[in-house]
């Protein structure tokens, strides 16, 4: 385990030993204060899109679930009439030129494996640029009428019409600490002033906020190489595997595979790790399992029997009405200031 591991484990689960960087963390936290006010009081300018602005966010380290989030949305907006479009800021690539309008076929170095991702799940435009307002601009010439912010909580240059945090229901806020005495980007007040904290899978530690429960699903076995799908009885791959992930929170990915009955060696790396023939060096010759995320980096090299998990969200109808009433209502008013 590296040691930004060690100090995530110990940030979730209250160790003693972060206890002398609790000054840094309330520093931490008073800046964020101050950088929020700031924007605020219009001391720093926020560029507002004409059309709804959906954030998709977290405040806490460690994978929560967004893009699993942002991709139900992309289905759902799309099943309501609108034409969503994704803006991110493509974490982990480097493209030639922003903004970049990722397509399914986009070279994840360029992209960053998350925006591909999307890309390939959804059939929504969706555009990397570390600028969101330049990116948003790209989506609304290409048709777009709401767009999703991608990771963008902590990105207040750009407006936001509604809020969604997402919180990891097994780790909860952690210690409850701002960084580096824990894992909380912004303090956990903060919970209060969102549209809506999405709680992904059972709650096991108190947010002292309700929220909305999702469930992520495990839907079908890929196999890389072709794309082709199969179900998740029986398995179409033998035991024991190799399991990697390259995500925020790897053991989530592992508890799912061994809840459908997949046994071996669970291998996680570091989230957005760069993917390489010396990553499989691991692998003898058992079938490869990994995460969506994950094989958007290695489909032109990653062993021949290699398989891909997809999930998808799932969440109650009450959300989905609380949210077609708060877009009907951004719509309308929009109409009426034009």
């Known amino acids: 385990m590296s040691l930004a591991e060690r100090w995530l484990k110990a940030a979730y689960d209250g160790s003693a030993w972060l206890t002398p960087l609790y000054p840094l963390g309330f520093l931490y936290r008073y800046l964020m204060r101050r950088r929020a006010a700031l924007y605020r009081r219009g001391d720093k300018p926020t560029w507002r899109a004409p059309v709804p602005v959906i954030v998709v966010g977290n405040i806490t380290l460690g994978g929560t679930g967004k893009s699993p989030l942002v ?147 495990p839907t079908r076995w890929r196999y890389l190489k072709t794309g082709q799908e199969w179900p998740l009885q029986p398995l179409p791959f033998s035991l024991p595997v190799d399991a990697m992930a390259g995500i925020g929170n790897p053991q989530r990915f592992f508890d799912t595979l061994r809840s459908l009955g997949v046994s071996g060696a669970m291998h996680p790396l570091n989230d957005h790790q760069p993917f390489d023939t010396s990553t499989f060096q691991f692998v003898s010759k058992r079938p490869v399992i990994m995460t969506a995320k994950d094989a958007v980096k290695c489909q032109a090299f990653a062993p021949p029997d290699s398989w891909v998990l997809d999930v998808e969200a799932q969440l109650p109808h009450a959300f989905e009405d609380w949210l077609l009433n708060k877009l009907s209502d951004l719509t309308q008013r929009g109409s009426t200031d034009g």
Not at 201 to 216: A, D, F, H, N, W
């Open 71 to 217: 991709a139900w949305l992309s289905r759902w907006l799309k099943m309501q009439g609108f034409s969503p479009g994704i803006v991110t800021r493509g974490y982990g690539g480097k493209a030639p030129v922003y903004p970049l309008l990722v397509t399914p076929s986009t070279d994840p170095r360029h992209s960053g494996d998350e925006p591909l991702m999307l890309a390939q799940q959804t059939g929504v435009p969706v555009v990397a640029d570390p600028q969101r307002s330049r990116g948003a601009d790209m989506l609304m010439r290409q048709g777009c009428d709401v767009l999703i912010s991608d990771d963008g909580l902590q990105h207040l240059a750009m407006g936001r019409d509604i809020e969604l945090v997402v919180v990891d229901g097994a780790r909860g806020l952690g210690n409850r600490r701002c960084l580096p005495a824990g894992p909380l980007r912004e303090a956990p007040a903060r919970l209060a002033s969102v549209d809506a904290v999405i709680i992904n899978g059972t709650p096991q530690r108190p947010l002292g906020i309700e929220g909305v429960s999702m469930t992520l699903v």
